[in-house]
Nanobody, 120 residues
Framework: VQLQASGGGLVQAGGSLRLSCAAS????????MGWYRQAPGKQRELVAV???????NYADSVKGRFTISRDIAKNTVFLLLNSLKPEDTAVYYC???????????????WGQGTQVTVSS
């Protein structure tokens, strides 16, 4: 199973970006999907998570600005980042709790990360 993230870039404060993360491989189904971020010198932190039934949860720092969604048929999760601030600058990682087709057991996979840089 592989997760491929895309959509990062350089944007001015107040701008927007849309991140995508597509899972591929021997997938029976995906349970939760989420986005984390890690800024230089800081620990990786949860940004947002979405369950298989569409329930969402956000870090307080991004509530009202970021929106997580998913396309279950395409095994893809999205993160819309609005009203970006310089403190949102980080490498953003996606993850997915995948039930694998061969073993029928769950395992969490991570994407490679995509850089988001917000200039002031």
């Amino acid at each position: 199973v592989q997760l491929q993230a895309s959509g990062g870039g350089l944007v001015q404060a107040g701008g927007s970006l849309r991140l995508s993360c597509a899972a591929s491989g021997s997938i029976f189904r995906i349970r939760d999907m989420g986005w984390y971020r890690q800024a230089p010198g800081k620990q990786r932190e949860l940004v947002a998570v979405i369950t298989s039934d569409g329930s969402t949860n956000y870090a307080d720092s991004v509530k009202g600005r970021f929106t997580i969604s998913r396309d279950i048929a395409k095994n893809t999760v999205f993160l819309l980042l609005n009203s970006l601030k310089p403190e949102d600058t980080a490498v953003y990682y996606c993850n997915a709790d995948v039930v694998r087709r061969v073993t029928m057991s769950p395992l969490v996979y991570w994407g490679q990360g995509t850089q988001v840089t917000v200039s002031s």
